[in-house]
T-cell receptor
Framework: AQSVAQPEDQVNVAEGNPLTVKCTYS??????LFWYVQYPNRGLQFLLK??????LVKGSYGFEAEFNKSQTSFHLKKPSALVSDSALYFCAVRDPSGAGSYQLTFGKGTKLSVIP | DTEVTQTPKHLVMGMTNKKSLKCEQH?????MYWYKQKAKKPPELMFV???????INESVPSRFSPECPNSSLLNLHLHALQPEDSALYLCASSETGATANEKLFFGSGTQLSVL
């Protein structure tokens, strides 16, 4: 079975500082990893994904994530946080070798607050 | 057009009512999904349609009935719901649903309150 852990319920960061939102995963095969962001009263928006290749993935709005196979992690990062980045962030994983490749398993979410 | 449109945005219904949620996309996607999301929780998969056929039903109670009239439309029919069914219902789509690396496009959701 596949699973995702986001160890922090909330992350606070000052505007202009770098931010990191942590994610670790567990799958039996090679993972497909995703980050989504959800603004209040809205659906989820895709930020970026790791499928294969370069461990550093660049995505929307200046976000990037680093895939680390040995640590089974896929942390989301941004060099300089904006107040508008404040939202709920979800890490998600798919195991393409699993019986149900439709199954996108989400972490519990991390609320990011960027303080002006 | 890269939008998934859901209507209504808000819905209040009694436990004896029948109502429907609607979802529409014009991206040519062939997979459509219903998710349920409780406040401050991750989305939970309910149903998946692929090429207009129901592919996955995640053991959802029969008071929720999905329908996919065509490749652009997805409905969720609601009947005899319980207060614990109150949640944000999200529709999503992806290109085919058959490839694990596909990203999902989500609608803004319908906030449902069952009284």
């Amino acid at each position: 079975a596949q699973s995702v852990a986001q160890p922090e319920d909330q992350v606070n960061v000052a505007e202009g500082n770098p931010l990191t939102v942590k994610c670790t995963y567990s799958v039996s095969g090679n993972p497909y990893l995703f980050w989504y962001v959800q603004y209040p009263n809205r659906g989820l928006q895709f930020l970026l994904k790791y499928i294969t290749g370069d461990n550093l993935v660049k995505g929307s709005y200046g976000f990037e994530a680093e895939f680390n196979k040995s640590q089974t992690s896929f942390h989301l990062k941004k060099p300089s946080a904006l107040v508008s980045d404040s939202a709920l962030y979800f890490c998600a994983v798919r195991d393409p070798s699993g019986a149900g490749s439709y199954q996108l398993t989400f972490g519990k979410g991390t609320k990011l607050s960027v303080i002006p | 057009d890269t939008e998934v449109t859901q209507t209504p945005k808000h819905l209040v219904m009694g436990m004896t009512n029948k109502k429907s949620l609607k979802c529409e996309q014009h991206m040519g996607h062939r997979a459509m999904y219903w998710y349920k999301q409780k406040a401050k929780k991750p989305p939970e998969l309910m149903f998946v349609y692929s090429y207009e056929k129901l592919s996955i039903n995640e053991s959802v109670p029969s008071r929720f009935s999905p329908e996919c009239p065509n490749s652009s439309l997805l409905n969720l029919h609601l009947h005899a719901l319980q207060p614990e069914d109150s949640a944000l219902y999200l529709c999503a789509s992806s290109e085919t649903g058959a490839t694990a690396n596909e990203k999902l496009f989500f609608g803004s959701g319908t906030q449902l309150s069952v009284l």
